[in-house]
């Protein structure tokens, strides 16, 4: 995919088009995490995969 710029609005918002969205598998309502790479001052976004508890069984001695 090409690049793509947008500008941020009065609320700090970006709006990513529709077509990433697809090929990244994100909908409407998903939860993003937010990371910054101080050293290259990149924005790293990426979908919070949703982790369902697993009973564990410990074996002893």
């Known amino acids: 995919m090409e690049y793509f710029e947008r500008r941020i609005d009065e609320l700090g918002r970006v709006v990513i088009p529709i ?3 697809g ?8 939860t993003m995490i937010l990371r910054i790479n101080a050293t ?4 790293i976004l990426r979908k919070k995969e949703s ?9 002893r001695k």
């Not at 982790?51 to 074996?59: D, F, H, N, Y």
């Open 40 to 43: 290259t001052g990149e924005l």
């Open 19 to 21: 077509d990433y969205r």
């Open 51 to 59: 982790i369902s508890p697993k009973k564990v069984r410990i074996k």
């Open 23 to 30: 090929a990244l598998g994100w909908k409407k309502g998903d």
